[in-house]
């Protein structure tokens, strides 16, 4: 589900894969709608790909994100009104055990506007089911070898 989503450097928002090409992406601004391509020069990150410091083993986006919308009730947070202590603590909710050494309070912010941002666009879950995981591979396995 993120791996669709990119955050692109130096442009604030999220952004939608909309078709890849040879040298491009196509990417549709999540807010605006609005449509561009990317060149091979756009530093892109894709959602999917980001994992967070714990304590233990790094923890991935969409399970942080799962753990927040949880923690928040569903709710947006107001960043805005935040400062670095409760910036903190207001993760802590959710990611008891993160590295209170390698996670900035700017990346708790950020991490905060992504989240409040892709609530706004009407997402609920962030992880994938491994069973639709799983059925779309058998599906694909079953058009490739038709008997």
Do not use: H
């Amino acid at each position: 589900m993120l791996k669709q989503i990119l955050s692109i450097t130096g442009k604030p928002g999220l952004y939608r894969i909309i078709t890849p090409g040879k040298r491009t992406l196509l990417v549709e601004d999540m807010v605006s709608k609005k449509r561009f391509p990317l060149g091979a020069r756009d530093r892109v990150v894709c959602l999917g790909d980001i994992a967070m410091y714990t304590v233990g083993e790094d923890l991935p986006l969409d399970v942080i994100l799962d753990r927040v919308y949880a923690a928040e009730n569903g709710e947006k947070i107001e960043v805005k009104s935040m400062d670095n202590d409760m910036l903190r603590e207001e993760f802590a909710k959710a990611v008891e055990d993160f590295d209170r050494d390698r996670v900035y309070p700017s990346d708790i912010k950020k991490l905060f506007n992504w989240y409040n941002l892709l609530i706004s666009q009407g997402f609920t879950k962030f992880t994938e089911d491994e069973t639709e995981e799983e059925s779309a591979e058998e599906d694909v396995k079953d058009e490739s070898n038709p008997e």
